[in-house]
């Protein structure tokens, strides 16, 4: 998607980052992969023989840009962990395909980015306990499902009660918002998920997915959430870990204003609040923050 480029030239442009922490990750390896997804469905994806109705799921078409775009994007999101639990905070400037369940993906998500750097989180035993933050305007389904029976991760979704999926999943905790619900209802939802999965569940890692869509003017979303709003609600995100001592990943999500800058307007500023969190952290001690 155009605003991935436009973002990090934004990024870039605006020196919000330095451009040495910019990185181009690794993609994410079968063994990575397998964590989360079924061979068989891994192995329909790389080899592009997926059926037509899995691939209309998936809702565009197989290449094998498309594959190692998706393996990139799993490798950015475990890049970004292992930054966070260095340093505090990591951030993905893409992610965040929250539909991809273990044997099928859906809603323009091929892999389950979250997930798998999850997975290979607890794999590599760099964390015990963990929360998904998802404020993606559409509830994250495919997360819900993967940690289904995981005590160690709490699973909190806010989302557009009437959006896609239209057959949703049990999150830990799921707050589903009525159309054109605005910044009160949305901020006070918010609030009460971090006080169940960050303030009462107490994680070392929280993944923040940080869509652009719940904002007025997003062709999919269907709230009417201002940039005002959703700054607010990335700030009271990376308030309530910090004050929590959680490391925190953030993905982008979703996005899809009408006009293009608007949803590149709302992921830089998430990206830039995480920057300045960082350097909080750097204040006190720590290592330089790596988004």
């Known amino acids: 998607m155009q605003k991935y480029a436009l973002l990090r030239e934004r990024i870039a442009g605006a020196g919000i980052v330095p451009p040495h922490e910019l990185v181009v990750p690794p993609p994410a390896t079968d063994a990575e992969l397998l964590r989360v997804h ?27 840009a498309m594959v190692e775009r ?26 965040g395909t929250h539909h991809a369940f273990p044997d099928r993906g859906e809603g323009f998500c091929v892999f389950n980015d979250v997930a ?14 963990f929360a998904v933050i998802d404020c993606d305007v559409h509830q994250g389904n495919g997360t819900a499902a993967v940690f289904r029976s995981d005590d160690a991760v709490f699973t909190f979704s806010v989302h557009g009660d009437g959006n896609f999926p239209f057959r949703k ?7 589903g918002l009525a ?15 971090l006080d169940a999965a960050v303030g009462r569940h107490r994680p070392e890692l929280v993944f923040f997915l940080a869509g652009a869509d719940p904002f007025h003017g ?3 979303g269907r709230l009417a959430v201002t940039k ?41 500023a998430t990206v830039l609040e995480a920057a300045r969190r960082s350097e909080r952290v750097t204040s006190r001690g720590g290592a330089p923050g790596s988004p």
Request: charged share 25%; aromatic share 6%; hydrophobic share 45%.
């Open 38 to 64: 079924t061979p068989a469905y891994l192995d329909g994806v790389t080899r592009g023989t997926l059926d037509a109705g899995a691939v209309r799921r998936i809702g565009f078409p197989w290449s094998a």
């Open 70 to 95: 998706s393996r990139r994007s799993v490798g950015a999101t475990l890049a970004a962990c292992r930054a966070a639990l260095e340093d505090g905070f990591g951030v993905n400037l893409a992610g």
């Open 116 to 129: 798998v750097a999850l997975r290979a989180m607890q794999a590599e035993t760099r964390a015990v306990r």
């Open 169 to 175: 999943e049990a999150s830990d905790l799921d707050i």
């Open 179 to 193: 159309d054109g619900d605005g910044d009160e209802a949305y901020l006070h939802a918010v609030q009460t998920g």
């Open 218 to 220: 997003d062709r999919l």
């Open 228 to 268: 005002e709003g959703l700054r607010a609600r990335d700030q009271a995100v990376f308030d309530a870990c910090l004050a929590a001592g959680a490391a925190v990943v953030t993905v982008m999500s979703g996005g899809y204003a009408a006009v293009i800058e608007d949803t590149v307007d709302i992921h830089a």
